[in-house]
């Protein structure tokens, strides 16, 4: 099935290390969205592209959080020095446009230290 | 920005028994409201979704409900079975303009004993 896929599921990090969180969309999808998940908690919008442009970063949390789809495809969220904070579900979603239905990745654990 | 929240935080219902949550919004400029389920270590999956031109949506067992007015929609699910059990979230969205996101309620916690 093609879904959406994301590595690593789970990842473990010391506080003040990088991570990077990959997303691999289903092929033709034009929108992806990151969203946070906080442990019982619903997700929350972090960042939005549209293709390779990214049309809408207010949720990112801080100047730590970075993200990129620079060639339309594949994206990647970077965390530069983690918090104990920054410990969630990072969840991936993808869609045909903007106006049409999100699909879900099964997310990214991570757990700072 | 717009605020969705979300009632009960936990719900449990006896197999066959019906199941109903309830989501109220801020933004009156939000037209698009779809309900999610997570089942454990999965992602978020569209069950069901309703557009504000439209009062009630059903699909089997699942129907959704809006009231433009009072700004609220609700998720009825109908002879509940064990595999119903999951976390529901709604959420809101407006469709057609520039903010594609997501807005999610907390999420509700759905135990069909059997």
């Known amino acids: 099935g093609a879904g959406v896929s994301q590595s690593p599921r789970y990842k473990v990090a010391k506080r003040g290390q990088d991570v990077a969180l990959r997303c691999d969309p289903i092929?033709?999808?034009?929108?992806l969205f990151w969203y946070q998940q906080a442990l019982g908690q619903g997700p929350e919008f972090l960042t939005y592209?549209?293709?390779?442009?990214?049309?809408?970063k207010s949720g990112l949390p801080s100047d730590r959080f970075f993200a990129e789809r620079p060639e339309g495809s594949v994206s990647t969220l970077k965390i530069q020095r983690t918090q104990q904070e920054d410990s969630a579900v990072y969840l991936c979603?993808?869609?045909?446009?903007?106006?049409?239905?999100?699909?879900f990745g099964p997310g990214t654990r991570l757990t700072v230290l | 920005g717009e605020n969705v929240e979300q009632h009960p935080s936990t719900l449990s219902v006896q197999e066959g028994d019906s199941a109903v949550i309830k989501c109220t919004y801020s933004d009156s400029a939000s037209n698009y409201f779809p309900w999610y389920k997570q089942e454990l270590g999965k992602g978020p999956q569209l069950i069901i979704d309703i557009r504000s031109n439209v009062g009630e949506k059903k699909d089997q067992r699942i129907a959704v409900t809006l009231n433009k007015t009072a700004k609220h929609f609700s998720l009825h699910i109908t002879e509940t079975q064990p595999e119903d059990s999951a976390v529901y979230f709604c959420?809101?969205?407006?469709?057609?303009?520039?903010?594609?996101?997501?807005?999610f309620g907390k999420g509700t916690l759905l135990t069909v004993n059997p």
């Open positions: 959420a809101a969205s407006i469709r057609g303009g520039s903010n594609y996101k997501l807005t």
């Open positions: 092929s033709g999808h034009v929108s």
């Open positions: 592209f549209q293709n390779e442009a990214q049309l809408d």
């Open positions: 979603a993808t869609g045909q446009g903007p106006n049409n239905e999100q699909f």
